[in-house]
């Protein structure tokens, strides 16, 4: 789920989302301050503002409480013929439901009399709180008559299902009403669980969990049962579900089995010899394929089975897979050429090999491969020191193949080697162009360390204290309801995630919007790992629709914001100023290392955001005198991470890349670079990098830092927000 996955980028879309961002930010700035990681604070100025409660959200109940009683006293709230949602009722329901947490039932109640009357929007969702206001008073009678009437007004609505859950512990025959009419909702979930510890073999229970209940925390567990015990029960469909659930947990091998018993669809048999060869099955997974291509030979998939086969197969057959590929699915025979060239070659037809590379950079002349191959050659060149030809591929490949992976990194070699042959102005272009073309990526940070932008070198970013403004309110999400909508906004994470299982039938096949939109609601609820990566992955997407939409959402500040959250930040400021680390910095390596998951284990043990060591986390304690702690713990992780991202740094003089790569691979594996490799160009050193995980988690870590810079820091943001605006009337180019 960390893997780094491919990006393109459109240049007027992925600049212009500085232009419309450094609005939010300015407008931010009156609402919020300027400082490091500062929240909202200051005079309500603005308590007849539509927005004016939204922009508490990120407050504490405790902060925003004076504010909201300030809000509702301000005036009466009533609706309006364009059903705007007054700030006062907004500001009701807030309290309210910070008042049934506090455990205060009766301000709550006085708060919500008849508020579903100004506040239609979520009127199911007041008569939910009411509800469980009167239980928090211990008034039962009141409680069960406020549940009663929410299902009777809101029979069809998912907060039903919380009145059914309700009053099934009194009466069993709700529970089972519940089930059958939200078999999605959390607590049809809660419930089948409940009711399989007390008999396990109820396999109408146990598909509700593998439909419905990625999250749960057993998931494995509960599907492993259903396989085992009702295998022959089970229907296609059922095995559909079940293999979707396999693939979304990364079990690929059991994954494919279940996709294997699934309908017969070319996807579904890809997915089963996909499945098997990422868990190293591999006579298996040729069979799957060669069944795909003989079963589904016009499907969609069997061009990319076709690839896949010949990689699995002997040189002879593979030509043939390889050939067919280029004559039938010309989305995919790019790939296929450079993959028969290098077969050519390992067979010794040097000849044929160049002709069919030839051929690739011809007819396929602004593919993606046809840009891999040309950074291959310019790497090739830059080897044998002939910086001039390494240029000249470098160019062709941003001037041709700009959506390639390859293309920020060429962009900004494109400058360095510029540099190095005494073309400075080029070397200039160049870099604006990798900042301009490719803004989120590692190489548009690099770009701007040379442009001379205050963002901070390898060497002077741990002393920086870069000023960052949140946004002053949350997105919208681009999908789901209007309730869902305002409950997210409102901060009522919970409740809207909630209300996204019921409302969220595609999973297997979302829209781009969809899928947004659970990364926003899974964030929402803590699970930051599987949230970013289901915003993040949205870069994948292929299908010409699906990539239009997709890059019109990058352009929404919203996206960015997304991508880069800042949970635990007290903690994180905290602990960062006691070391004198730049803040953004630990930040980012937060967000590479563990995706502010604080109880997440890597298989080798680190544990928490910073992902500790056991081993390292006893030997930092003892340094610090720390007798007591634990590597779950938010605020002890922290406090032990940023020690040793500290002690790194002591020990690389301040180098930044050095100290991070350390805190990835350890000192014996930086010392050991050093005496290897020549550091007198640290950009050249970072692609010497031996261990593909540590030279990708250096610029992982530093691409973060730079996102954190343009997305919120108004000086960066400016910066961007005016390159854009001198592109407009002279584009650079490379």
């Given at each position: 789920?960390?893997?780094?996955?491919?990006?393109?980028?459109?240049?007027?879309?992925?600049?212009?989302?500085?232009?419309?961002?450094?609005?939010?930010?300015?407008?931010?700035?009156?609402?919020?301050?300027i400082g490091p990681f500062q929240k909202a604070s200051g005079p309500l100025d603005a308590a007849n503002s539509e927005s004016s409660v939204k922009m508490l959200v990120s407050l504490s109940p405790s902060e925003r409480s004076a504010k909201l009683v300030e809000i509702v006293a301000s005036g009466s709230a009533t609706t309006n013929p364009q059903q705007q949602i007054s700030p006062q009722s907004r500001a009701r329901y807030l309290l309210a439901s910070d008042l049934i947490q506090q455990g205060n039932a009766a301000k709550a109640l006085t708060l919500l009399d008849?508020?579903?009357?100004?506040?239609?929007?979520?009127?199911?969702?007041?008569?939910?709180?009411?509800?469980?206001?009167?239980?928090?008073?211990?008034?039962?009678?009141?409680?069960?008559?406020?549940?009663?009437?929410?299902?009777?007004?809101?029979?069809?609505?998912?907060?039903?299902?919380?009145?059914?859950?309700?009053?099934?512990?009194?009466?069993?025959?709700?529970?089972?009403?519940?089930?059958?009419?939200?078999?999605?909702?959390?607590?049809?979930?809660?419930?089948?669980?409940?009711?399989?510890?007390?008999?396990?073999?109820?396999?109408?229970?146990?598909?509700?969990?593998?439909?419905?209940?990625?999250?749960?925390?057993?998931?494995?567990?509960?599907?492993?049962?259903?396989?085992?015990?009702?295998?022959?029960?089970?229907?296609?469909?059922?095995?559909?579900?079940?293999?979707?659930?396999?693939?979304?947990?990364?079990?690929?091998?059991?994954?494919?089995?279940?996709?294997?018993?699934?309908?017969?669809?070319?996807?579904?048999?890809?997915?089963?010899?996909?499945?098997?060869?990422?868990?190293?099955?591999?006579?298996?997974?040729?069979?799957?394929?060669?069944?795909?291509?003989?079963?589904?030979?016009?499907?969609?998939?069997?061009?990319?089975?076709?690839?896949?086969?010949?990689?699995?197969?002997?040189?002879?057959?593979?030509?043939?897979?390889?050939?067919?590929?280029?004559?039938?699915?010309?989305?995919?025979?790019?790939?296929?050429?450079?993959?028969?060239?290098?077969?050519?070659?390992?067979?010794?037809?040097?000849?044929?090999?160049?002709?069919?590379?030839?051929?690739?950079?011809?007819?396929?002349?602004?593919?993606?491969?046809?840009?891999?191959?040309?950074?291959?050659?310019?790497?090739?060149?830059?080897?044998?020191?002939?910086?001039?030809?390494?240029?000249?591929?470098?160019?062709?490949?941003?001037?041709?193949?700009?959506?390639?992976?390859?293309?920020?990194?060429?962009?900004?070699?494109?400058?360095?080697?510029?540099?190095?042959?005494?073309?400075?102005?080029?070397?200039?272009?160049?870099?604006?162009?990798?900042?301009?073309?490719?803004?989120?990526?590692?190489?548009?940070?690099?770009?701007?360390?040379?442009?001379?932008?205050?963002?901070?070198?390898?060497?002077?970013?741990?002393?920086?204290?870069?000023?960052?403004?949140?946004?002053?309110?949350?997105?919208?999400?681009?999908?789901?309801?209007?309730?869902?909508?305002?409950?997210?906004?409102?901060?009522?994470?919970?409740?809207?995630?909630?209300?996204?299982?019921?409302?969220?039938?595609?999973?297997?096949?979302?829209?781009?919007?969809?899928?947004?939109?659970?990364?926003?609601?899974?964030?929402?609820?803590?699970?930051?790992?599987?949230?970013?990566?289901?915003?993040?992955?949205?870069?994948?997407?292929?299908?010409?629709?699906?990539?239009?939409?997709?890059?019109?959402?990058?352009?929404?500040?919203?996206?960015?914001?997304?991508?880069?959250?800042?949970?635990?930040?007290?903690?994180?400021?905290?602990?960062?100023?006691?070391?004198?680390?730049?803040?953004?910095?630990?930040?980012?390596?937060?967000?590479?290392?563990?995706?502010?998951?604080?109880?997440?284990?890597?298989?080798?043990?680190?544990?928490?955001?910073?992902?500790?060591?056991?081993?390292?986390?006893?030997?930092?304690?003892?340094?610090?005198?720390?007798?007591?702690?634990?590597?779950?713990?938010?605020?002890?992780?922290?406090?032990?991470?940023?020690?040793?991202?500290?002690?790194?740094?002591?020990?690389?003089?301040?180098?930044?890349?050095?100290?991070?790569?350390?805190?990835?691979?350890?000192?014996?594996?930086?010392?050991?670079?050093?005496?290897?490799?020549?550091?007198?160009?640290?950009?050249?050193?970072?692609?010497?990098?031996?261990?593909?995980?540590?030279?990708?988690?250096?610029?992982?870590?530093?691409?973060?830092?730079?996102?954190?810079?343009?997305?919120?820091?108004?000086?960066?943001?400016?910066?961007?927000?005016?390159?854009?605006?001198?592109?407009?009337?002279?584009?650079?180019?490379?």
């Amino acid at each position: 789920m960390l893997k780094r996955r491919k990006t393109r980028v459109s240049v007027l879309i992925g600049v212009s989302v500085c232009v419309m961002a450094i609005g939010s930010l300015l407008a931010a700035t009156k609402w919020m301050g300027i400082g490091p990681f500062q929240k909202a604070s200051g005079p309500l100025d603005a308590a007849n503002s539509e927005s004016s409660v939204k922009m508490l959200v990120s407050l504490s109940p405790s902060e925003r409480s004076a504010k909201l009683v300030e809000i509702v006293a301000s005036g009466s709230a009533t609706t309006n013929p364009q059903q705007q949602i007054s700030p006062q009722s907004r500001a009701r329901y807030l309290l309210a439901s910070d008042l049934i947490q506090q455990g205060n039932a009766a301000k709550a109640l006085t708060l919500l009399d008849k508020l579903e009357q100004e506040y239609p929007i979520l009127a199911s969702h007041i008569a939910a709180k009411r509800a469980q206001a009167y239980q928090l008073s211990g008034d039962k009678g009141k409680a069960e008559q406020a549940w009663q009437e929410l299902l009777k007004n809101y029979p069809s609505d998912p907060v039903a299902a919380e009145a059914l859950y309700v009053l099934g512990k009194s009466k069993p025959e709700y529970w089972q009403q519940l089930i059958t009419e939200f078999p999605a909702h959390p607590r049809s979930v809660e419930i089948a669980l409940r009711k399989l510890k007390e008999n396990p073999n109820q396999p109408e229970l146990m598909l509700i969990v593998a439909k419905h209940g990625h999250y749960v925390k057993d998931y494995g567990t509960i599907l492993e049962q259903l396989v085992q015990r009702n295998s022959t029960a089970l229907k296609p469909e059922d095995w559909e579900e079940i293999a979707f659930g396999y693939w979304e947990k990364q079990d690929y091998g059991k994954g494919a089995m279940a996709y294997g018993k699934a309908p017969r669809t070319g996807r579904n048999l890809y997915r089963k010899a996909r499945g098997l060869w990422l868990d190293g099955k591999i006579p298996e997974s040729r069979i799957a394929y060669q069944e795909l291509v003989r079963d589904f030979p016009d499907s969609e998939d069997t061009g990319m089975g076709l690839i896949r086969l010949s990689r699995v197969s002997d040189p002879k057959d593979a030509m043939v897979y390889l050939d067919r590929v280029i004559s039938k699915f010309p989305d995919r025979a790019a790939e296929a050429l450079l993959d028969k060239s290098q077969l050519l070659d390992k067979a010794g037809s040097g000849q044929s090999a160049s002709e069919t590379r030839k051929l690739l950079l011809t007819k396929y002349n602004n593919s993606d491969k046809a840009g891999e191959l040309r950074w291959t050659i310019a790497q090739q060149y830059a080897k044998g020191a002939d910086l001039k030809s390494a240029w000249q591929w470098a160019r062709e490949l941003t001037t041709n193949n700009p959506d390639s992976e390859q293309a920020p990194e060429a962009a900004f070699w494109v400058g360095k080697w510029a540099l190095q042959l005494g073309r400075e102005q080029d070397a200039k272009t160049a870099f604006e162009y990798t900042i301009l073309r490719y803004p989120e990526s590692y190489f548009a940070w690099r770009s701007a360390v040379f442009l001379g932008w205050p963002v901070g070198d390898f060497t002077t970013v741990r002393d920086l204290s870069p000023n960052v403004v949140r946004p002053p309110q949350r997105p919208e999400p681009t999908a789901g309801s209007p309730a869902l909508k305002e409950l997210y906004q409102l901060g009522q994470d919970r409740d809207a995630w909630t209300l996204w299982q019921i409302e969220f039938i595609n999973r297997a096949e979302p829209t781009i919007a969809q899928q947004f939109t659970d990364g926003l609601m899974r964030v929402g609820v803590g699970d930051n790992l599987d949230g970013l990566w289901m915003v993040g992955s949205l870069r994948q997407r292929e299908q010409p629709d699906d990539r239009t939409e997709y890059l019109a959402l990058r352009q929404q500040p919203a996206y960015w914001q997304a991508l880069y959250p800042f949970p635990y930040l007290e903690t994180i400021v905290k602990w960062s100023q006691e070391r004198k680390i730049n803040s953004v910095l630990v930040t980012a390596l937060i967000r590479q290392e563990s995706r502010f998951m604080p109880q997440i284990k890597s298989v080798v043990g680190a544990t928490g955001l910073m992902q500790v060591m056991p081993e390292t986390g006893s030997w930092v304690a003892e340094k610090i005198g720390l007798k007591k702690y634990s590597l779950d713990n938010v605020d002890d992780n922290v406090k032990l991470g940023t020690w040793y991202l500290d002690h790194t740094h002591d020990e690389y003089k301040n180098n930044s890349m050095l100290a991070v790569a350390s805190y990835n691979a350890g000192p014996n594996a930086v010392a050991d670079w050093l005496k290897r490799f020549d550091f007198s160009d640290p950009d050249a050193f970072a692609e010497k990098i031996p261990f593909p995980e540590t030279k990708g988690y250096v610029k992982s870590v530093f691409e973060n830092y730079w996102n954190y810079l343009r997305i919120y820091n108004p000086e960066v943001n400016q910066l961007m927000t005016e390159h854009y605006a001198a592109s407009q009337k002279k584009a650079p180019k490379p």
